[in-house]
């Protein structure tokens, strides 16, 4: 469809000298997070995201990309 966009993820085993195993069972929490919300980002202080900055999504966030149309970079 010509009016969608993507977003590409990469994962990696190990970032930050903290490695996960990835046969691990991770609970999805049952509440969600926006993107857009400075409460969803705990790990980073409340800041949201910049373009063109690394982010990560915690294992079992419920995060939902809440951005429409022309979004930055991440």
């Known amino acids: 469809m010509a009016n969608r966009k993507t977003i590409n993820m ?3 085993r190990c970032a930050d000298n903290r490695c996960l195993d990835p ?3 991770v609970e999805v929490e ?14 980073t202080g409340m ?3 910049k373009a063109d900055e690394d982010v990560e ?7 939902i990309y809440d951005y ?3 979004s ?3």
Do not use: C, F, H, K
């Open 57 to 63: 999504v915690m294992p079992g966030w419920n995060m």
């Open 30 to 43: 049952t509440t969600a997070r926006l993107w857009s919300a400075t409460a969803s980002w705990t790990n």
């Open 47 to 49: 800041v949201l995201p």
């Open 23 to 25: 046969t691990a069972e």
């Open 10 to 12: 990469q994962a990696w």
């Open 68 to 70: 429409s149309g022309d």
């Open 72 to 74: 930055p970079i991440y």
